[in-house]
């Protein structure tokens, strides 16, 4: 990869809320670890429920992060069954895929499509945990990060759930 190439895309990796707190040296490391995936627009990243154990960092393009919203043995095959949570974009600085690494067996929670052509950063997890002990400073920061993400989310979630209920109980009390 170019110098300026290599750097433009270390200030990229710098931004990502994945990396907060790394300085350059780190971030060189975990650039060691990714693999670049160019996705076409349509093209699905992920599917929920599938078994798949890697974190996705969008670099460039607009993804769709969707789950279902009714249980498998519910679902028409001719309907849509899924609802729509976020859309992405490269400039979003976003990251996808971190709860496979904490899951034994790891299962997808949400899809996620593309909708413009996409690339990505791909970093699996067995690659990720070698760093993490090669390198427990890197570990740290990481698990750190996701946290802190992961909390986010949830807050959101639990946010959207009070909403829901507010909204189903209403509904109740008017029939």
């Not at 780190?26 to 154990?53: C, F, H, P, W, Y």
């Not at 490269?90 to 971190?98: K, M, P, V, Y």
């Amino acid at each position: 990869m170019p110098a300026h190439t290599l750097n433009a895309y270390m200030d990229f990796l710098k931004s990502v809320s994945l990396f907060e707190g790394m300085n350059m040296d780190q971030i060189k490391v975990m650039i060691g670890l990714m693999k670049l995936k160019q996705i076409n627009a349509g093209e699905k990243i992920t599917e929920e429920g599938s078994r798949e154990d890697s974190v996705f960092i969008l670099i460039e393009g607009e993804v769709e992060i969707s789950k279902r919203i009714v249980l498998p043995l519910w679902e028409n095959e001719n309907t849509n069954q899924a609802k729509s949570l976020i859309r992405l974009t490269g400039d979003s600085h976003a990251f996808f895929g971190e709860m496979a690494l904490f899951q034994e067996i790891p299962e997808r929670s949400a899809s996620i499509e593309s909708l413009k052509p996409c690339k990505l950063a791909v970093i699996e997890k067995k690659d990720l945990l070698q760093i993490c002990n090669n390198d427990p400073r890197i570990g740290s920061i990481i698990f750190k990060n996701i946290a802190r993400e992961l909390t986010l989310r949830l807050v959101k979630a639990n946010k959207d759930i009070l909403k829901l209920t507010t909204a189903f109980s209403l509904a109740l009390e008017g029939d």
